[in-house]
């Protein structure tokens, strides 16, 4: 089992930044892909970024590419989301999501634990 735990929203005006992150206990995600996913209003969970835990390469959703940059900590416990030029419909709930599988899919389905989310609000 593991327990993802994620922090670092807020409200921040269009343009700003913010980092998020989340860490995993309960066993190692050494060997997993860890993701962001994020939610709006009346929307469904999309896919924002991974990144494959053992060789830290990445994959991300073309509406952030080239504005947020995923990263892990050299324990392998940690992943943040750097987001910077942020823009209103930026605006969701962030979630944190671990695929023990390593198959690096963009679909919610691949990722098997979850966390329960940090809101981050874009005002305009």
């Known amino acids: 089992q593991v327990q993802l735990v994620e922090s670092g929203g807020g409200l921040v005006q269009a343009g700003d930044s913010l980092r998020l992150t989340c860490t995993a206990t309960g066993r190692t995600v050494g060997s997993d892909v860890m993701a962001w996913f994020r939610q709006g209003p009346g929307k469904e969970r999309t896919f924002v970024a991974n990144?494959?835990?053992?060789?830290?390469?990445?994959k991300y959703a073309n509406s952030v590419q080239g504005r947020f940059t995923i990263t892990r900590d050299a324990a392998k416990t940690t992943v943040y989301l750097q987001m910077n030029s942020l823009k209103p419909e930026d605006t969701a709930v962030y979630y944190c999501?671990?695929?023990?599988?390593?198959?690096?899919?963009?679909?919610?389905?691949?990722?098997?634990?979850w966390g329960q989310g940090t809101q981050v609000t874009v005002s305009s």
């Open positions: 990144v494959r835990m053992n060789d830290r390469s990445t």
């Open positions: 999501a671990a695929d023990p599988m390593g198959w690096g899919s963009t679909r919610n389905s691949s990722y098997r634990y």
